[in-house]
């Protein structure tokens, strides 16, 4: 039996469901919470319904909790969601209360029913719908080759050349983030097609993938899916570690693996990790995965970044002086995106004012960048190491005590704080033990004045100082 349902409980349910609809926006909302129907409330749990395992683990998984809190400011009786599948035979609020409490018409026999989907998620009808355009950019030629990557692109260059080569299927790409994995997926497209426009490639991120296969499943079109996915020649599918958890969707992807290699078709992978170490991926499917060739994109090295940047500045035809190509391949080191991003506006900027790129333009412009790939310290950093310079503990940083040999040292902590953190004054104060952000003023000040007359302090000071920054 269910569980009673009062007209004022669905009456919160049309309040909780439009705030979602609000905070999600419509899309959104269509896509992934329209079919939501409550079953009703059992002992401070609120019981939702959902038609399909793979509706409940998602909306589970990214809005169980803002459901939650829903409900609990509009009935703080109610501690739990869950969300169930609905079995067919279960009765859920469609012909319960009067429609005029109700959002939308939610009844499950309704949600079951195919309807048309919004366009963005509209299950596959051409074979032109699944391929996802491709980044004019990212092709081999503009690819720079390293230490890091050379391995990687060689890979990606047979594979271009010749698909389904005897143990490159599938390829399996995986590194870091900016390190180049879409753009070599993208190059092996760009590559293929050119070759044989015949040839059909789907390019897709997992992504994707998952939320075509869920339309799919929504519109009852599934056999359409596979289809369209099977009669493809080359397979991509990037950011594969977006699957991790998703078991359904892993499943269809295992199948439609198997189905593509059987047939002599080509699979490119990308991922943030080596398959052995996608944990939450199905067993089956990481052997599968790694079964092929398993290639890595390393962390860029400094010579990897300068050519990147020459190459990038030669092609937008700018004048960078090397100087500030060698700045930005020191301290802009994760990520290649970021590099890029940097260049890019240091050429805008110049651009825009008409004047050359220089090192101190390059400071000015990209102060923000430059300073956050600093090395951060924090102020309990630079309390202990204060506090082990000076034979003190670290709590004497922060007591009350005036002696000359603690209040002088805190000092020092306060002025390095000033100096190596973004903290304010009030906050270094409160840090220490509460003070006022006048005390810090004056420890900065003072400590200002003791480096210029006392060159053994100053010393002192500047040995701290490197050690908290190296
Ligand atoms: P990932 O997919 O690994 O996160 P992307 O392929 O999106 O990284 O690369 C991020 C950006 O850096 C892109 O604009 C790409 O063109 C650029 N990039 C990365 N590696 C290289 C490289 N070796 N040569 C040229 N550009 C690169
Ligand atoms: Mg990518």
Same mark, same amino acid.
């Given at each position: 039996m269910p569980p009673e349902t009062s007209g004022q409980m669905v009456a919160c349910w049309a309040r909780i469901r439009a705030r979602l609809r609000d905070e999600v926006g419509e899309v959104e909302y269509r896509t992934w919470l329209r079919q939501m129907t409550l079953h009703g409330i059992e002992g401070g749990e609120a019981v939702i319904l959902l038609p399909t395992r793979f509706l409940r683990?998602?909306?589970?998984?990214?809005?169980?909790?803002?459901?939650?809190?829903?409900?609990?400011a509009e009935d703080a009786a109610v501690r739990r969601v869950e969300i169930r599948v609905a079995a067919a035979a279960e009765p859920a609020m469609a012909d319960g209360p009067a429609p005029a409490v109700r959002a939308e018409p939610a009844g499950l026999?309704?949600?079951?029913?195919?309807?048309?989907?919004?366009?963005?998620?509209?299950?596959?009808?051409?074979r032109s719908d699944w391929v996802a355009p491709l980044e004019p950019r990212f092709t081999f030629d503009t690819f720079v080759v390293g230490k890091p990557n050379e391995f990687a692109h060689a890979c990606a260059?047979?594979?271009?050349?010749?698909? $389904?080569?005897?143990?490159? $299927?599938?390829?399996?790409?995986?590194?870091?983030?900016?390190?180049?994995?879409?753009?070599?997926?993208h190059a092996i497209a760009w590559?293929?097609?050119?070759?044989?426009?015949?040839?059909?490639?789907?390019?897709?991120?997992?992504?994707?993938?998952?939320?075509?296969?869920?339309?799919?499943?929504?519109?009852?079109?599934?056999?359409?899916?596979?289809?369209?996915?099977?009669?493809?020649?080359?397979?991509?599918?990037?950011?594969?570690?977006?699957?991790?958890?998703?078991?359904?969707?892993?499943?269809?992807?295992?199948?439609?693996?198997?189905?593509?290699?059987?047939?002599?078709?080509q699979i490119v992978v990308s991922s943030d990790k080596p398959p052995s170490d996608l944990a939450g991926i199905e067993d089956r499917l990481r052997t599968r995965l790694g079964c092929g060739m398993v290639a890595d994109l390393h962390a860029t090295t400094y010579e990897l970044r300068l050519s990147i940047l020459q190459a990038k500045a030669a092609a937008?035809?700018?004048?960078?002086?090397?100087?500030?190509?060698?700045?930005?391949?020191?301290?802009?080191?994760?990520?290649?995106r970021e590099l890029e991003g940097a260049l890019n506006r240091l050429v805008a900027h110049a651009n825009l004012f008409g004047r050359p790129i220089t090192v101190d333009s390059a400071h000015e412009v990209l102060h923000d960048v430059l300073r956050a790939h600093e090395k951060r310290v924090s102020i309990e950093e630079i309390q202990r190491k204060v506090a082990e310079h000076y034979n003190l503990r670290l709590t004497d940083m922060v007591s009350a005590r005036r002696a000359r040999n603690v209040a002088r040292p805190r000092q020092v902590a306060m002025y390095l704080a000033k100096q190596l953190t973004q903290r304010s004054l009030p906050e270094i104060g409160r840090r220490f033990g509460n003070r006022d952000h006048t005390t810090v003023m004056h420890a900065v000040s003072r400590v200002s004045e003791l480096i210029i007359q006392d060159a053994a302090f100053a010393e002192d000071v500047a040995l701290l100082r490197k050690m908290l920054e190296t």
């Open positions: 683990d998602w909306v589970n998984s990214h809005y169980g909790d803002r459901l939650r809190a829903l409900w609990q026999a309704e949600s079951l029913a195919p309807r048309p989907m919004p366009p963005e998620i509209r299950a596959p009808e051409a260059r047979r594979v271009a050349e010749r698909p $389904n080569s005897p143990g490159f $299927n599938p390829l399996f790409m995986y590194g870091g983030v900016g390190l180049g994995k879409t753009h070599l997926m590559a293929i097609r050119e070759g044989d426009t015949a040839r059909t490639v789907a390019y897709m991120s997992a992504e994707k993938f998952m939320y075509r296969f869920i339309a799919a499943l929504r519109s009852q079109s599934t056999m359409e899916f596979k289809e369209t996915l099977r009669s493809v020649d080359v397979l991509m599918i990037d950011d594969l570690q977006f699957l991790i958890g998703k078991d359904n969707t892993q499943e269809e992807f295992f199948h439609t693996f198997n189905a593509l290699v059987d047939q002599g078709k937008a035809q700018v004048l960078v002086p090397p100087k500030v190509m060698e700045l930005l391949a020191t301290k802009i080191t994760s990520n290649v």
